[in-house]
């Protein structure tokens, strides 16, 4: 086996990274002020070296007022100084290249905020060179924003409304305006100059907006549709995305991932085939409210077969479980209770050995779970805040609106990063922007580090497997006993090789029936010896066998 080398120049570089989400309000706090920077995050880059990643997105860091934490900016080309300045983040690249690896920014573009200096002149009068820099209007129709209340926002100076599709600190830029265009283009270059190599295209789906007129059925009691369901997927949008990646992207070889909707299997297609020339790939968006109520193991398989068998001749996917929009995997999907460790491994077992390219978010690593803080007071989350005033309105009590919230919250994949049992879990000597999960007492990086069974001992030799063998990373994938609800078995082959995945998505144990003669195991989450034959499974048993 020979060390994995991803030549930056060869068209499907982006095929062979393992992809680390740092979150950067909460990695870590290099000069103890309670929010993560850039300086904490590059103390931790030999720490994801060991872990083996070859890339890092970062969420967003440009500068901003944190309306939505950063994913509304106010200046394209800054650094926001709560995390550093652009000296540190020109350091952060030479460092991660150093290392080996690759730099993926957050590009969001569907909105500035409304302290943008675009945004600013559009809003002051009609005739400026930035008047049409946004979306104007003189009445609101009944769209609503993905945060709450209508899409539209009245400006005084101006004396028109303005549409956001999300909070209204995040005004929609004019993408039928073409100096637009071109400002955005202008940016990618920009920073792909510095050294950047790809990016996450935030919330993409929706650049192309309806005929105003158009206003749908209401969607809840308040007459409201949201300008979210009404906007996706248009094909003047997809015009733009190519556009972004031919005159963009294409030019610097660099990787790209959409935020897209991803309602039908078509959607994947249009906007992760290769010869489309969109994205490379694409992250599926769904709601935390839907995914909660309607995922199941079969569901998942369903999916995955779904957009493979579509994209499997021309495309790739974005394997993922966790972002900084959902719940804790190992809380959604696995047991946080009973099965911590087991159900954190399993998960990460089935995603990784995907075909496509894997995204972990950080502290899935080490198992971290969602958070349970005693009010609301505590949590940070606008969408979460909002969900919960809309629960009170629809006549909850505040504790089952809040439980509600609770269970939805985004801040439960943005508690601080677990380090060590010390104070604040060792992210920050002063009291996080958000508090850390109590359990990092129990949970945490140094702990995980001192035994060869803990998950990120795991995580270590889970990455190490796929980074070695060409057959997990480009190889052909098929499920195995695709109808069970419990079992979740797969293939992956080429003419001379075979792996096995196969794993009980369950909380208790199985009947199976494998034959694994001429088989040996590679990776299990059970102390088990494996021959010849499996006949059950127990609770989130996992695992990786390959042909001898
Ligand atoms: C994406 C981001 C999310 C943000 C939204 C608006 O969905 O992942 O965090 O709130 O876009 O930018
Ligand atoms: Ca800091």
């Known amino acids: 086996m020979s060390e994995l080398i991803v030549k930056r120049n060869d068209k499907d570089w982006y095929k062979d990274l393992i992809i680390y989400q740092v979150y ?42 944190f309306v939505d934490n950063g994913y509304d900016i106010s200046d394209y080309r800054d650094i926001d100084p709560r995390f550093g300045t652009m000296d540190d983040f020109d350091e952060y690249v030479n460092e991660c290249h150093k290392l080996g690896i690759y730099v993926i920014m957050d590009l969001v573009v569907n909105h500035t905020s ?9 809003s002051a009068s009609r005739d400026n060179e930035f008047s049409d820099y946004y979306i104007w209007r003189d009445e609101p129709n009944n769209w609503a924003g993905a945060f709450g209340g209508s899409a539209w926002e009245y400006s005084e100076k101006r004396g028109q409304y303005y549409l956001h599709t999300f909070s209204k600190g995040q005004p929609d830029l004019n993408w039928k305006n073409e100096r637009v265009q071109h400002e955005v283009l202008d940016m990618i270059s920009w920073w792909c100059g510095k050294g950047v190599d790809g990016f996450r295209v935030d919330a993409i789906s929706y650049l192309d907006k309806a005929d105003f007129d158009y206003s749908p059925n209401p969607v809840d009691v308040s007459g409201y549709a949201f300008a979210l369901d009404i906007n996706s997927n248009r094909p003047g949008t997809h015009r733009l995305i190519s556009m972004l990646r031919t005159q963009g992207f294409d030019k610097f070889n660099a990787m790209s991932v959409g935020e897209v909707c991803c309602y039908t299997p078509e959607d994947n297609y249009n906007y992760s085939s290769d010869s489309r020339k969109e994205f490379n790939m694409a992250i599926p968006f769904v709601p935390p409210v839907l995914e909660i109520e309607t995922w199941s193991p079969l569901n998942m398989k369903k999916q995955i077969k779904e957009s493979y068998e579509v994209l499997k001749e021309d495309g790739w996917w974005a394997r993922f479980l966790s972002n900084h929009d959902k719940p804790r995997q190992v809380s959604l999907y696995g047991d946080d209770k009973n099965y911590r460790e087991l159900s954190a491994k399993f998960l990460a077992t089935i995603t990784e050995l995907l075909p496509g390219t894997p995204f972990i978010f950080q502290g899935e690593e080490i198992g971290m779970t969602n958070v349970y803080y005693d009010s609301i007071d505590d949590y940070n989350d606008i969408d979460m805040k909002n969900m919960y005033e809309l629960e009170r309105m629809k006549g909850k009590s505040d504790e089952d609106a809040f439980r509600f919230a609770q269970s939805i919250s985004r801040d439960n994949a943005r508690s601080p990063m677990q380090w060590n049992d010390s104070i604040n879990g060792g992210f920050s000597l002063t009291r996080p922007w958000l508090n850390s999960n ?32 060409y057959t997990l990373r480009r190889g052909l994938f098929e499920f195995m006993d695709f109808d069970s609800p419990y079992l979740f078995s797969y293939k992956r082959y080429t003419k001379d090789d075979e792996y096995l995945i196969l794993g009980n998505f369950s909380k208790d144990k199985v009947i199976a029936e494998y034959d694994i003669n001429g088989y040996k195991p ?3 989450n059970y102390n088990k010896n494996y021959s010849k034959k499996i006949a059950s ?8 066998l390959e042909r001898m």
Do not use: C, Q, T
Not at 537 to 544: A, L, S
């Open 24 to 65: 950067p309000m909460s990695f870590m706090d290099g000069n103890n002020d309670g929010i993560g920077d850039l300086r904490g995050i590059i103390s931790k880059l030999p720490y994801l070296k060991e872990l083996g990643i070859n890339a890092i997105w970062l969420s967003p860091i440009y500068r901003s007022p």
């Open 114 to 122: 409304d302290k943008h200096p675009w945004f600013v002149a559009s």
């Open 438 to 469: 109590p359990n990092y007492k129990e949970i945490n990086v140094e702990k995980e580090e001192k035994s060869s069974d803990s998950i990120l001992s795991y995580y270590k030799e889970l990455i190490a497997l796929r980074r070695n063998s």
């Open 522 to 524: 590679v990776l299990k």
């Open 537 to 544: 499974m127990e609770p989130y048993e996992v695992v990786v």
